[in-house]
């Protein structure tokens, strides 16, 4: 059997009021894609934080390559051969790509920066990966795929034995995410240990030999991809086994299925953007929507609000037609519709959460009808006790594909 990388055993680490790593044990072998998977809170960030030693360990031991390591932080980690690629790429925008896979390791001569081997070293690194990208461009110029092979590049420059890839396709689009994946499968091939970390778990079939389940901090089990089936994983996942998954779907829901849905939408699409999409929404239901960066989650939550025009099918609301004209429409049918950018479409952060609250009070009431001053405090607590016995009683998946074409239910959430 090959031997493991890197070995951690009986990792426990505790933050206050919460045990995060219960007596984890954890195996990473050269050349494979190792997916760590769990549900949040799981503990997948604690043990990545407590290897590269963002977190000190409360107990347990961590070997590399044969010899017992603690690190003190990421640069010692990395320099030891540990890297980690998160999310969020960690890397100057506003350098080229060449100076940012050297950065603060720059070579040098008579301290002067050899800047014509940092360019010609970069751009052999890069055709290595197989990337046509032009190291002397600024990086903020490419898109945040190519951020991160640069980030991936550039950690496999300094340490190339293990790479923690922490939500790395998060914020990709379908061949982005192909593209990540045929640089993954390379320096897999060169003996590279990859630790995986994703939500997505057809990636984690597409691309890992074996995972990991961690589940309220403690390790599940380690298995090969092949021989643990998809809903096997949810189950380990979640701590409900096979039977209880397929009971949840028997569950008696709090709605008929021929009852008039509160949204129906019949084939609603916008061209350009949504390709046509038939979708139903109940009293008392939750419809998830999941799908990859640019499949038209989005784009269809905002054609059901109005804040874009479908011109294309017909939406219900309460078995009564309705041509969504804009937001205005959908507030009149008591429809609300918090962005994923709400820093930016939700809220005015300059206001206060009074403001705020009084802002959306009077767009619903139209602005030549001012809000009485004592409604203004009474609101929210009427809103929020609203919300409370509106309680969701069935939770539904629904896939979106590139052109949100499909749709599939796959399991009920709880
Ligand atoms: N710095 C911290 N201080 C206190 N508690 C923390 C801290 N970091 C994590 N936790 C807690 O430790 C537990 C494990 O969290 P962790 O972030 O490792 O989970 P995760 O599996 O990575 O979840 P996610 O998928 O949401 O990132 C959670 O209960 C979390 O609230």
Known sequence: ??????????????????????????????????????????????LIKVLTGVYGIDRGDIVLD?????????L???????????????????????????????????????????????????????????????????SLAVQQMVAIARAIDISARVLILDEPTSSLDAGEVRQLFRVMRQL???????????????????????????????????????????????????????????????????????????????????????????LTIHKGEVVGLAGLLGSGRTEVARLLYGADRADHGQLSVDGEPVTMRGPRTAMAKDIAFCSENRRTEGLIEELTVRENIVLAMQATRGWTRPIPAAARTSWWTGTSRRWTSGRPTRTRWCATSPAATSRRCCW???
């Open 188 to 278: 897999k091939d060169e003996g590279i240990a990859i630790l995986f970390v994703t939500h997505f778990l057809d990636q984690v079939y597409e691309i890992a030999d074996r995972i990991t389940v961690l589940r309220n901090g403690r390790r599940v089990g380690e298995f090969p991809t092949a021989e643990l089936t998809l809903i096997d994983l949810v189950g380990k996942m979640i701590g409900k086994e096979l039977e209880v998954l397929e009971r949840l779907e028997d569950r008696p829901k709090r709605f008929r299925e021929s009852d008039v849905p509160l949204v129906d939408a019949r084939e609603l699409g916008r061209k350009g953007a949504v390709a046509p999409f038939s």
């Open 1 to 46: 059997m090959t031997e493991a990388i890197l070995t951690m055993s009986g990792i426990s680490k505790q933050f206050p009021g919460v045990k995060a790593l219960s007596e984890v044990d954890f195996r990473l072998l050269p050349g494979e894609v190792h997916a760590l998977m769990g549900e949040n809170g799981a503990g997948k960030s604690t």
């Open 76 to 142: 010692q980690a990395q320099h030891a051969g540990v890297s980690t690629v998160y999310q969020e790429i960690n890397l100057c925008p506003n350098l080229s790509v060449a100076e940012n896979i050297f950065i603060g390791r720059e070579p040098r001569l008579f301290g002067h920066i050899r800047w014509s081997l940092v360019r010609r070293r970069a751009a052999e690194l890069l055709r290595r990966l197989e990337l046509d990208i032009d190291v002397s461009a600024t990086l903020g110029t490419y």
């Open 412 to 414: 009920p959430a709880g």
């Open 66 to 74: 044969g010899r017992p390591v603690r690190f003190s932080g990421p």
